[in-house]
């Protein structure tokens, strides 16, 4: 008898969405498993059996994540926040040893991607048109004397996610303050664009890029894209392609382009799906359907622009109710 595709989801948190997805698509082949550090992430209570565990800066932390695989004939695992990728990527032979296939690129693409200014100098080197960046203040303040660059700017983690403490800022007090209360801090010029978010699928067998999905975002809402319109766009899908074969990605990837004056530019990449990931299932481009025909040992083929344009995606709120925590 074939044994169960059993699927675990990391740090599920709020993305019934993906949690939903992968028991469709899974069809009774095997079980969706769900974890997160709090029993109030809603996403755990859509899948077949969820855990709660420690957080992932706790030392027995991969050492739950490794006994839940090898007690419930774990066959894939997950995860759908950025931290947590760097640990999975570290680890991958840890779980390769026990049977499970960590679904992560791998570790060096990991950390190029959570570090802005090493990803703003790898596009830089490879002739990718790039958002001007600066770590040193200084160089960021002769530069805007001589009119390379001006007001306004971003000021932002050079390490971070979900847009957390993002500043626009418009004159150089606020930069002189802000670099007093954190050193690791980077300048980014300014966008004034129209943005794109890209979800890209590389098969984990062959390596190549086998489906891209281009949205146009309309609204964003704490750091996610909150409405958004599917488009096609032949620059897109080529500056993607050559993006995606220059880096060593396996799996989903989530990119944001801007498109300024004609010209388009990467501006954050995210190893994992992203939280506007539903649009792009909702409108026929499966990433999780490629996952299971990965694990099952077969490729998949090139879908890339295989879908519809004009569907809209918009948000709501929506709400988990649960009676008792009995455990």
Do not use: W
């Not at 991969?62 to 695989?69: E, K, R, V, W």
């Amino acid at each position: 008898m074939e044994s169960e595709l059993n699927i675990l989801v990391l740090s599920c948190g709020t993305r019934n969405k993906v949690v939903q997805y992968f028991k469709k698509q899974l069809n009774n082949k095997g079980k969706v498993i769900a974890t997160d550090c709090s029993r109030l992430a809603p996403a755990l209570y859509e899948a077949d059996q969820y855990f709660i565990v420690p957080r992932i800066d706790e030392k027995n932390y991969l050492d739950t994540i490794l006994s839940i695989c090898k007690e419930n004939d774990v066959k894939a695992v997950l995860s759908l926040i950025d931290p947590e990728l760097t640990l999975l990527a570290e680890n991958k032979e840890k779980f390769y040893e026990i049977g499970v296939t960590p679904i992560v690129s791998k570790l060096e693409t990991v950390e190029m991607c959570f570090d802005k200014y090493k990803m703003y100098e790898f596009l830089l080197e490879n002739n990718f048109p790039i958002i001007k960046s600066y770590v040193d203040k200084n160089d960021f303040f002769e530069d805007q004397k001589t009119n390379k660059i001006d007001y306004p700017v971003f000021v932002k983690p050079v390490r971070g996610s979900a847009s957390l403490n993002i500043n626009k800022v418009s004159t150089r007090q606020e930069i002189e303050l802000l670099y007093k209360q954190d050193s690791n801090l980077m300048i980014q010029e300014f966008m004034n664009g129209t943005e794109y978010g890209v979800d890209a699928y590389i098969d984990m067998l062959s390596g190549e890029v086998v489906s891209i999905f281009i949205k146009e975002k309309i609204t964003m809402r704490a750091g996610e894209t909150d409405k958004s319109v599917s488009i096609k766009n032949d620059k897109i899908f080529e500056l993607v392609k050559q993006f995606i074969e220059k880096l060593e990605f396996r799996g989903v990837i989530d990119i944001d382009i801007f498109e300024v004056n004609g010209e388009y530019y990467i501006s954050e990449v995210n190893p994992r799906f992203g939280g506007g990931y539903p649009h792009a299932f909702e409108s026929g481009v499966n990433f999780i359907g490629m996952i299971i025909k990965n694990l099952e040992g077969l490729q998949n083929s090139n879908t890339v622009a295989q879908y519809n344009e004009g569907i809209y995606m918009m948000k709501y709120n929506e709400v988990y109710i649960k009676n008792a925590f009995n455990e």
